[in-house]
């Protein structure tokens, strides 16, 4: 439960919950001079009332955003940083047993919103000593990690070539994918073919002129997004491509009737 002082600051302070203990999942509004980051948390798991956690700046003051006992749920929640400001992530633990996720990799990660991880790590498990009971009084921390907020990353788009060749065959078409213009900084580049908000196919190159990768088995009569953009960075070049079937033949299946018109005169029996 949120404590009376974070009460007070929540009714007045509506749409600032997330800052003062409280994760939403809306977009943090930032202001200048702060980068939007967010921390994606896995579901699921056993004991889900005994976690809780915060990231707090590492010299002291207010957590930035948090879950307390009995609140965790996971998902994506979004919060502002001060670039250069160093902040702790801690993982507690009302039991002392650690958070209970077994096979998942990573249970949580740190990143600034649309850009690169910062931080991740598994299952919060560090406690030496616990209260063992699941009344959220006497948290055990689990695991603490420091981190440095920084800007976002400010790239330049790549530039990029397209060429495809059309298979009727098997209804699809490949797209090669030839880079024009690199992007300054960077070291490698993220080439992707999305449809309708799924990922067909992608390769990552070096970040050099003359570079390529063939994208392979993208379907016709479909409209296909083609994205260069910076590894872990936000700032793609993109063009669609949409290869009709037209002139392609009409594909059969054996034991099928064929539906045809034709003409014929009075008494004419012939097909």
């Known amino acids: 439960m949120l404590t009376n002082r974070k009460y007070t600051l929540l009714a007045v302070f509506v749409t600032c919950s997330m800052f003062f203990g409280m994760a939403t999942q809306s977009s943090a509004q930032c202001d200048p001079g702060e980068t939007a980051y967010e921390i994606t948390l896995a579901p699921g798991g056993s004991f889900v009332g005994e976690r809780s956690w915060e990231i707090v700046p590492t010299l002291g003051g207010d957590p930035v955003i948090s879950q307390e006992c009995g609140d965790y749920e996971g998902g994506t929640y979004s919060f502002c940083l001060t670039p250069g400001v160093s902040y702790t992530f801690i993982a507690y633990d009302d039991f002392g047993d650690g958070w209970n996720f077994f096979g998942v990799d990573p249970v949580w990660s740190i990143g600034i919103a649309g850009g690169p991880i910062v931080t991740e790590g598994g299952n919060p498990n560090g406690c030496s000593s616990g209260d063992f009971t699941t009344d959220c009084i006497g948290q055990c921390e689990e695991y603490s990690e420091s981190f440095i907020a920084s800007d976002p990353p400010d790239c330049t788009s790549p530039g990029f070539s397209l060429e495809t060749e059309r298979s009727c065959d098997d209804f699809n078409f490949s797209a090669t994918v030839t880079i024009d213009a690199i992007s300054p900084g960077a070291s490698l ?78 008494n004419d029996e012939s097909l």
């Open 189 to 266: 580049l993220l080439i992707t073919a999305d449809a309708g908000g799924v990922q067909l196919a992608g390769a990552t190159v070096p970040n050099l002129v003359g570079q390529t990768a063939t994208l392979a088995d993208l379907p016709l009569d479909d409209e296909v997004i083609i994205s260069v953009n910076v590894l872990g960075a936000t700032c793609p070049s993109t063009e669609t491509v949409n290869i009709s079937s037209i002139g392609c033949p009409v594909p059969l299946t054996c034991g099928e009737p064929l539906e045809v018109e034709y003409c014929y005169d009075n």
